[in-house]
């Protein structure tokens, strides 16, 4: 699988042969969320998809003022492919967000940012190829409703596979009992894995859109599934996880169910991540390779995962960027807080994957989640990385025994840094860190980014009590 087209001649021939009547502009936020426009294919000429599309940037979440609203879409139509949704042909392109004040690629675009950081790296001498493997989890389920107002605050979610429904009575079938059980979910085959030919219209419809799938299961929790794809480069993998995101949402939604990606919606049970596998290449080089180090990984590669830690609170700015997400970073849960690295053990941080030869040794990164935007989490990531190579940034580890089973104290006594507890922390750590993203970041893109986490995610989840606090503290 890859790309339909390769240019405009190639993409105007595409469309006649798919006989599309309209052509989608994509582009995206700073949260991740995708945007579009839809344009009829007779609107759309050679001019338009080499100079761009206008549109207005005032209308989106922290990005211009309405004095300087007016932007410029470039679409990068080798990304183009159909979309297998809609009712009439359709042709989705990803696009660049051009600035027309400053005549560049705009400062709070966050592909245009995944771009600059990887010219940097190539500027730098480091590097002029990095890959990256995300794997994006995600529940599937039957129902979600939820209150959020002054005097009322409450969620609920179901999953016939949900053991709070063993006692329940079903209108249309009946209550067959075949469920995976909290944290029993990986790997049961039917009935008990209820998803298995919904993950197949999902993985079928991936590769539908270009991306190369490898597989697909339940994962551990209770309405928990992954589906498998293989790497890109830095700008192909966070497109990817778009289209991923949105063929996962879109399969669920048209079969009666609905699918999300946010980290801890189960109390109790495993939450969603994002691991995210990722080397870099020069020349045709794996430069995180040197056979018979531990691990196989070079010393390149140790600082690059030293650069990671070292500026861990920023980095988790980008790459767990909800409060939500530091509920699924607890003990207990399958999900790496403890900043160390260890080959094949997964309850480090990052892990090194077992058996991976010169073309596959990598490090995977254990602690984001899918509230990331993609562009943004792999470009900081990288640019953390670059700077722990830059200082020859040493990481705590190897470590290879279970750190799940540490108590905090020895943790503590171990010396071991942990991932930020908090979001508030995170941004914190992002305030007083943030001069290895220079290269790549303005100080405004920097500033917006934090203020807007504060404004729509810290302050509002702070001043709201919570059920917990009603049972734990009403009676006081």
Known sequence: MGKFVNNIDEFFKFCEENEVEFVDLRFTDIKGAWHHLTYRMSAVNRENLE?????????IDAWQPINESDMILKPDVPTAFLDPFTAD??????CDVYDIYK???YEKCPRSIAKKALKHAEEIGVADAAYFGPENEFFIFDHVEFTDNINEAGYRVDSEEGEWNDPSRFDDIGNMGHRPRTKGGYFPVQPTDSMVDLRAEMMLLLEEVGLEVVLGHHEVAQGQGEIGIVFSDIIGAA?????YKYVVKMVAHLNGKTATFMPKPLFGDNGNGMHVHQSLWKDGKNLFYKEGNYGNLSEM????????FKHAPAVAAFTNPSTNSYKRLIPGFEAPSILTYSSQNRSASCRIP??????ATRIEMRF???TACPYLAFAVMMLAGLDGIKNKTVPVGPMDEDLFELTLDEIRDKGIPQMPHTLREALEGLIADNDFLK????DEMIDTYQHYKFETQVWPDESRPTAFEFKSTYSC
């Open 103 to 105: 005549g560049d690629l």
């Open 354 to 359: 077992y058996g991976a030869g010169e073309m």
């Open 239 to 243: 497109d990817n996880v778009q289209k």
């Open 51 to 59: 100079n761009g599309f206008p549109f207005d940037g005032s209308s």
């Open 301 to 308: 590669a140790i600082h690059y995962i030293g650069g990671i």
């Open 439 to 442: 290269p790549v970041f303005t």
């Open 368 to 370: 984001p989640d899918s």
């Open 89 to 94: 042909s359709t042709i989705i392109v990803f």
